[in-house]
């Protein structure tokens, strides 16, 4: 049977998290692995959630390959399977391909113009771009 029509096949294809699924995603990172109970509980402190739903979600994700589960005692523990470097990188060359034409430096340019930017972050900036390129000026 064809894989992409196989309805027994549990993995979809990985894809960029939805708004809630990255807000799931980010406590999964933080705590590093936890119940369902102890995500909820994180979770929790911003906005309340249903036991069911954050179950939910946290299946889809793992059907996605976003997290991995495994069984401890009756609970099922949830941990990252992807590491939060690797979906920063595909996130921001996906939003910079996508938005800004595969062009970072647009991406860029749009970031440091924005008002809510300090001259402390432009410094971190310029450190890390120094750094990247090489100390060019000695």
Known sequence: MDRTTDPMRKKQEKTLLT???LEFMT???DIG???VRDILAELN???ERAYT????VLKIMEQKGFVSSTRVDRS???SPA???ADYQKTTLKNLSSKLFNGAPA???ARLVDDEDITDEMLEEMRALLTERLGDNER
């Open 53 to 56: 739903s954050v179950a939910t």
């Open 19 to 21: 708004e809630v699924e």
């Open 76 to 78: 099922l523990v949830y």
């Open 27 to 29: 406590v999964v990172w």
């Open 33 to 35: 692995s936890g119940t």
């Open 82 to 84: 992807v590491p939060k």
């Open 106 to 108: 647009t991406l860029v």
């Open 45 to 47: 402190k911003v906005q």
